[in-house]
């Protein structure tokens, strides 16, 4: 058989090149994930079409069902295997408090990428899809939290025992002061992109909100002489 005429790929003698199975079927899983991902996001999970998500990955509908097995399985699979890579690349707030040369840079810093990876559109789009469906999903919402409370929260909390422990803040109770310090500086931000995205983030607005958060913040918590 000349090579390219056939169905399946030859190499130059003419011989079929078979996929390696795992290979193929790694490629397929990533083709469907990608094009169910947009689909969810741009329709919602009623509205999204596994007609739709069969053209966009070029998979056959019967092995979407066959990877995933019904289109819920398919959503909680898809949006439940992203949101733990939400804050992928958050430094540790210990770390990044460390590194400054004091605590009110070293927050600042902190807060300013948490709001990077917070407000970027793809986190906004997929935080507004799992409000919409925390009802029928609510295990996304407990599973956001986790990861959260994995990535930033817990590591926050733990900078600010040892900030106190070492005389450099008075923080009675670490746990609500990050949910302070959190609503103090991304908080406004993150709820306009929700429910207003097609406002325009303005970077001068947001590092003043930041910077006045960590303010706010600090004057609360500063270490007692």
Excluded: C
Excluded at 84 to 104: E, H, M, N, Q, S
Excluded at 160 to 166: F, K, R, S, V, Y
């Amino acid at each position: 058989m000349p090579a390219g005429t056939g169905q399946d790929p030859t190499d130059e003698y003419g011989i079929p090149i078979i996929p390696d199975p795992a290979d193929a079927a790694s490629r397929k899983r990533r083709a469907i994930i990608d094009a169910a991902l947009a689909e969810f996001l741009a329709e919602g999970y009623s509205a999204a079409s596994m007609d739709a998500i069969t053209a966009k990955s070029g998979v056959s509908k019967a092995t979407i069902y066959k990877h995933f097995g019904s289109k819920e399985r398919l959503f909680l699979a898809v949006v439940g295997g992203l949101l733990p890579r939400t804050y992928a690349d958050l430094a540790p707030a210990g770390a990044t408090i460390a590194a400054a040369p004091d605590v009110r840079t070293g927050l600042v810093r902190h807060a300013s990428e948490l709001a990077r990876i917070l407000l970027r559109p793809e986190i906004m789009s997929l935080r507004r899809l799992v409000i919409g469906e925390i009802d029928r999903f609510p295990q996304l919402g407990q599973l956001w939290y986790r990861v959260t409370y994995d990535m930033n929260n817990g590591p926050l909390i733990e900078a600010l025992t040892e900030l106190t422990a070492a005389g450099a803040l008075h923080v009675p109770d670490p746990e609500l002061a990050v949910q302070q310090l959190v609503a103090a500086t991304v908080g406004i931000p993150q709820l306009v992109q929700t429910f207003a995205p097609a406002t325009e983030p303005d970077a001068t607005a947001l590092t003043a909100t930041i910077e006045s958060g960590v303010d706010l913040f600090l004057a609360r918590y500063a270490a007692r002489s």
